[in-house]
Each structure stands twice: as C-alpha cells, then as structure tokens.
C-alpha cells in the first residue's frame, strides 16, 4: 500500500513538473483607470521617482523601508532602491523611456525574497477632459516560476496592488492641493 502511495506521488509530481516546462516562458499583468485631470497634470506624478512614493501601494507596506534615490528626479534615469520588510523585498527600479505625456517605462529590479527582472509601463492617453493610465508588468518566466505559476496567477498576486496604486494615484492628483 505505501508503495502504490509513494509510487502516486512521484507521478504526480512527474506531471506537475513536465506540464510546468510546457507552460508560457512569459507573464504580462495591466490594470487601467481614467483620471479626471489632463495628461499633463498626471505625467509628473508618475515621472518622478519620489512622487511614486507619494502613490505607490507598496510604500505604506513597511513604512520602515531603506528608499535610496539617486540620478536626476524624473525622466531617463531617475530611480531608487529600497530594503524593507518580507513583504516589500528589496529592489531597484530605475526609469529607462520617458516621452512625455505618453510614456514612462522602467526597469525593475528584485534582489530579495526572489531574484528577478521585470519591465513597468505606464501608458496615458487622453480621454475626453482626462487621462487614461495603463499600468503594466511583464517579465520572463523560468522553470521555476512556470511550476509556481501552475498554482499562483501572477495576475492575482500583482492585480490587485496595480488597482490601489491606480486609485492612490488618481486621488493624488484629483484631489485640490495635494501635489
């Protein structure tokens, strides 16, 4: 009997892992809101590292967090690197295209809880008296994180924070005096 179990398990785990290899080498994940103030009033917010802050869903996780700021504030360039908490990890970003009023992409760095690269975008669009903002993620997958994936969406792992920092940053810059 514990035989036939043993036996099961290991062909399970055969199958987890030979379906994991078959699965996408890549991952994309976008949120989008509208912003009721023009391109040009939420550009700024987004291209300025130290803005981000200000809206960012992860920055009121650890509030303790090490933020080191270096290159120019905003545009090509710009970026930071923070040290926190297990639910902030540790990290860089760093701005790499910026066409302003269209445009912010940058490069994301994780070094802690796991090693990884991704690209961020940010696209805007005017809609009507205001904005569109599109806030997307998309990286390369490796075995590992295909057989992780067979069990977590990345999607729902990241969705969620794009949602807030998308309503953080649209009532920072809808709302009268804050800057």
Not at 109 to 129: I, R, S
Request: glycine fraction near 10%; charged fraction near 15%.
């Amino acid at each position: 009997m514990l035989k036939k179990i043993l036996l099961g398990l290991v062909a399970l785990i055969a199958v987890i892992l030979i379906v994991g290899a078959f699965q996408s080498n890549t991952y994309r994940v976008e949120r989008s809101i509208t912003i009721a103030a023009p391109v040009t009033a939420v550009f700024p917010q987004i291209n300025d590292v130290h803005q981000m802050q200000v809206w960012s869903p992860w920055a009121k996780l650890d509030p303790n967090a090490k933020m080191t700021f270096d290159g120019p504030a905003s545009g090509v360039g710009a970026g930071f690197s923070w040290a926190g908490n297990s639910t902030v990890g540790e990290g860089r970003e760093t701005i790499i295209a910026s066409t302003p009023t269209e445009l912010i992409r940058l490069k994301l760095e994780f070094l802690k809880p796991m090693a990884g690269v991704a690209t961020t975008e940010f696209h805007l669009q005017p809609a009507g008296a205001g904005t569109s903002v599109t806030w997307s993620i998309s990286g390369d997958k490796n075995y590992a994180s295909k057989v992780m994936c067979l069990f977590m969406s990345m999607d729902k792992m990241i969705g969620g924070d794009f949602e807030r920092g998308l309503v953080n940053l649209k009532t920072q810059v809808e709302t009268p005096g804050r800057k």
